[in-house]
């Protein structure tokens, strides 16, 4: 299963392709943005324009698929982001208070109340600190369900505002039916000319994302499996042992009555292994003794089966000294 998957995720990475950047006012707006194991696709772009004559930032409007419908993607709970790149500086406080701003001209277009978000845009001005913001810098706004509004400044992370009713509110600075910040930015983001190029990577990025999750969860699996194996064998075998002893407590005509030296089962006791063997214990009618034998004998036929390269079976080997324990009894008795 491991080895299917990493194959398949080897082909998914001969095969795929880099979207490319949609130019737009000299500035590169990439056709696809990352929003988690979510690949967006941009469904438009527009430039801000104040008084007619100041242009501070370009900015897009990523989405799962393409979508005209403004109100549509205020309310969706679904992934998507906003990529805003300065092309002017701005000072914080005049960002902050337009945005500010445009949050409650969003509220009010579906007859929300403010008060109830004021505390997280209270959180969200402390994620953006510094006193200007500088041409060239670019900020990212990526809600994912589940896990709030990701913001980002220059690829670096911020942190997070929770609830898709401050996304809706977010969103809606640009998108709202009333009042929207820049009427020629909402027309231009409900454009939905997603490229065909976009909608391949889309494609890739996620069957890559698919693959790598089965890939992770037969890791697991077998790591799992891999420890349940050898704490079944660990509580297996003082069993085998208990086992054994028992049987040979069921039989005691069978134990020699004479001391004799305890043999290893048959195994390749050449070189190396016949001279790491332990020494064995004497063999008596004593069934403590007896248990101790065929601990002693397991010990130095694993070690040998260790040394010459070979599997070691417990039960096998137990049954074997047992069976071998009988034959010397009964020559014994002769």
């Known amino acids: 299963m491991l ?11 001969m095969v795929a392709t880099v979207s490319s950047a949609r130019v737009y006012e000299g500035v590169d707006m990439p056709e696809t943005l ?43 709970d679904e992934p998507m982001a906003i990529r805003l790149h300065m092309i002017d500086d701005a000072t914080r406080s005049l960002m902050l208070s337009k945005l500010y701003d445009g949050m409650r001209n969003s509220v009010a277009s579906v007859g929300g109340n403010f008060d109830t978000l004021k505390p997280r845009f209270e959180s969200f001005k402390e994620l953006l600190p510094e006193p200007k913001y500088e041409k060239g810098s670019i900020f990212e706004f990526k809600y994912v369900p589940g896990k709030g509004m990701q913001i980002y400044k220059n ?10 009713d401050f ?3 977010f969103f809606g600075i640009w998108l709202n039916k009333d009042k929207p910040a820049d009427e020629a930015i909402k027309t231009a983001w409900l454009a939905g000319d997603i490229s ?60 020699p009555k004479t001391p004799v030296v305890a043999m290893a089962p048959e195994a390749k006791t050449t070189g190396k292994a016949a001279e790491k063997m332990p ?17 002693n004998a397991l010990k130095s036929a694993e070690l040998i089966a260790t040394l010459n390269g070979d599997k070691f079976n417990m039960e096998q080997e137990t049954q074997n000294i047992i069976q071998m324990w009988k034959k010397m009894s009964r020559e014994i008795s002769k």
């Open 3 to 13: 080895k299917k998957t990493c194959i398949a995720l080897m082909v998914v990475l």
């Open 34 to 76: 990352q929003a988690g194991d979510y690949t967006l696709l941009l469904n438009g772009v527009g430039i801000r324009v104040v008084m007619m004559v100041v242009k501070p930032y370009v900015a897009g409007l990523y989405l799962m698929e393409a979508e005209k419908d403004a109100a549509a993607v205020m309310k969706a």
């Open 155 to 164: 690829a670096q992370y911020k942190g997070a505002i929770d609830g898709v």
């Open 167 to 169: 996304k809706e509110a």
């Open 196 to 255: 065909q190029e976009a909608r391949d990577a889309q494609k890739q990025t996620s069957a890559k994302v698919k693959i790598e999750k089965e890939a992770k969860l037969a890791e697991a699996e077998a790591k799992a499996k891999a420890v349940e194996d050898a704490k079944k064998k660990t509580e297996e075998a003082p069993m085998t042992v208990a086992a054994a002893e028992v049987e040979t407590q069921a039989e005691p005509s069978t134990m």
């Open 279 to 295: 020494a064995m214990g004497p063999m008596t009618g004593d069934s403590g003794l007896a248990a101790a034998y065929l601990v």
